[in-house]
């Protein structure tokens, strides 16, 4: 168990710090990552996320309905908790909150669950990892992106409040990391089949999605002061703790099989994710305390995902 933990998380936090050291030796610009970050927000992630789930098939992607809706479920809440959090307590502006709380409620799926799944269960873990991030992508990010899109106030002054959010959702979801799940779940629900010369075009873009996102999230980091105050604490214990016990309790109340029941609250348990870091830069947003959200969940991770493995997979 201990090895496994160890090969799943040193390879994480070698990429981390690589790209945190690449930043603050001035070997690669840590301020502007424009390039990085389209790389993996509309190439790589995009085609990671569209081949691994239009290559399920329509019987295992329908075995992972109860992970989608339970996950689903534990990541709005706690979307929205935050956002309501951060809007009215600690005063955020629109957009801000809407970072912070998709950086709590949408965990690393692609850098830090992969690794752990597949160390855990194996190479089937890689259909639920996928199936989480397209929950995570077609439902919990668009919510947060159309806060950032009105706050930004792209639209026109003289349009309707209305029209301003049904604008602000189509920018949303015309996102290529919105669009390539939906469009590989629906590839596999409908059987349409994938010929293997773009499978393997689209996979080979999309093998540096993972190593590429963490790198660009350690150089991101490099250029900011790490901040530990009582925010980033509360978001620690949120991703860490309050979001796997969240769905501990929602598998507790839905008769789901214990293998389903496991996978949930281990995916749960992974630490924050990187998008909000991602958005974050290119809405020319601060990505500081975004992380700070980060590492430190990443950092108490290393316990809290022990904890989970040893627990649900003795």
């Not at 390039?35 to 790589?44: D, W």
């Not at 996928?130 to 706050?151: D, K, N, Q, R």
């Not at 991101?220 to 860490?240: E, H, K, Y």
């Amino acid at each position: 168990m201990t090895a496994a933990i160890l090969l799943a998380l040193v390879p994480v936090f070698f990429v981390l710090g690589l790209g945190y050291a690449a930043g603050r030796l001035s070997i690669v610009e840590n301020h502007h990552v424009d390039g990085f970050n389209k790389l993996v927000m509309s190439f790589s992630l995009p085609a990671a996320l569209f081949v691994a789930t239009a290559s399920a098939s329509r019987s295992e992607m329908a075995e992972q309905v109860p992970l989608f809706v339970i996950l689903s479920v534990v990541m709005l809440v706690i979307l929205f908790l935050w956002y309501a959090l951060a809007r009215i307590a600690l005063k955020a502006s629109k957009a801000d909150a809407a970072l912070q709380a998709l950086t709590i409620a949408f965990p690393n799926l692609a850098g830090v669950g992969l690794p752990i799944v597949g160390s855990v269960v194996g190479a089937s873990g890689t259909v639920p990892i996928a199936v989480a991030l397209a929950a995570g992508s077609i439902l919990v990010t668009p919510f947060a992106l159309v806060m950032v899109e009105l706050s930004a106030d792209k639209c026109s002054p003289e349009l309707s409040a209305i029209t301003r959010v049904l604008s602000s959702f189509r920018r949303a979801l015309t996102k290529p990391v919105v669009v390539a799940p939906f469009l590989g779940v629906a590839c596999s629900l409908l059987e349409v089949p994938i010929d293997p010369v773009a499978k393997a075009a689209l996979q080979l873009i999309g093998q540096a999605a993972a190593g590429v996102a963490l790198f660009l999230t350690g150089l991101v980091l490099s250029a900011q002061p790490f901040r530990l105050d009582w925010r980033i604490l509360g978001a620690t214990a949120v991703a860490d703790i309050a979001r796997p016990l969240l769905a501990l309790a929602i598998v507790a109340l839905v008769p789901v099989s214990t293998e389903t029941a496991r996978l949930v609250i281990l995916i749960a348990a992974v630490p924050s994710g990187f998008f909000g870091i991602l958005f974050g830069i290119s809405y020319r947003q601060d990505s500081a305390a975004l992380g700070s959200m980060v590492a430190a969940s990443t950092i108490v991770s290393i316990a809290t995902l022990a904890i989970a493995i040893a627990l649900l997979f003795p």
